[in-house]
């Protein structure tokens, strides 16, 4: 606890005043957490978690900070936010968790901190794509491997019917392809155009994940 912390506090500082006034919603209804996670003002956010601001509020978008703070590659501030009770798997107005954006822009340390406190791997947005779609559609091999690790399922079908390997294939994420094939990522199964994996590769990357399940 810094001291003008303890300065207010021996003053006789009303907290409670403090928490009315640091949960003031702007014009967006993001709170002075919400714009402290976004800047990556980590002594902002801890000044303000000290005096018991509400930590899962949303935005209108129904963001929330830790939305926020995992999506920029805040590490330390994702930690302070899930000490506080952050909630993993708090959905936004796309559907997405804080994880399927550590997913997506390959922010590692924060998608381990998620999935070591409980985040669910198979959380679905609302196109139905999973933290695993999103990785394997960039090709963050990293995030892969980690997602499968922590039980992520491979076959899972988005709501246009690919899996995370039908979206590795078209976006010729050679390794990303192979690391799922190895995983037990079906390459038959069928997209809603009537597609496998397969047949959305290009070059000889197909002749490689027939070998793989073929041996």
């Not at 912390?5 to 949960?23: F, V, Y």
């Not at 702007?26 to 709170?31: A, E, L, M, P, S």
């Not at 509400?54 to 302070?80: C, K, M, Y």
């Not at 506080?84 to 590692?108: E, M, V, W």
Request: proline content about 3%; glycine content about 6%; aromatic content about 4%.
């Amino acid at each position: 606890m810094g001291p003008e912390i303890l300065q207010r506090k021996k003053s006789g500082h009303d907290q409670s005043k403090s928490n009315t006034a640091c949960e003031h919603r702007f014009q967006d209804r993001r709170t002075a957490l919400h714009w402290a996670c976004s800047a990556g003002h980590t002594n902002i956010v801890e000044f303000l978690l000290y005096l018991g601001v509400e930590v899962n509020l949303q935005d209108d978008a129904l963001w929330t900070p830790l939305h926020i703070a995992a999506s920029a590659g805040r590490e330390d501030i994702v930690q302070s936010l899930i000490s506080k009770g952050a909630q993993l798997n708090s959905i936004n107005q796309n559907g997405c968790t804080p994880l399927h954006y550590a997913a997506s822009k390959d922010r590692y340390e924060i998608a381990l901190q998620l999935l070591e406190k409980g985040a669910d791997p198979n959380v679905k947005d609302k196109y139905e794509s999973t933290p695993l779609h999103r990785a394997s559609s960039k090709g963050n091999l990293r995030l892969i491997q980690l997602l499968l690790k922590q039980s992520a399922s491979t076959n899972i079908q988005d709501s246009q019917g690919n899996t995370p390997l039908h979206l590795a294939c078209d976006e010729d994420r050679v390794e990303a392809a192979k690391v799922l094939v190895e995983h037990g990522a079906s390459i038959y199964i069928e997209n809603k155009e009537e597609k496998t994996p397969l047949q959305l590769t290009k070059g000889g990357l197909g002749n490689v994940l027939r070998r793989i399940v073929e041996g």
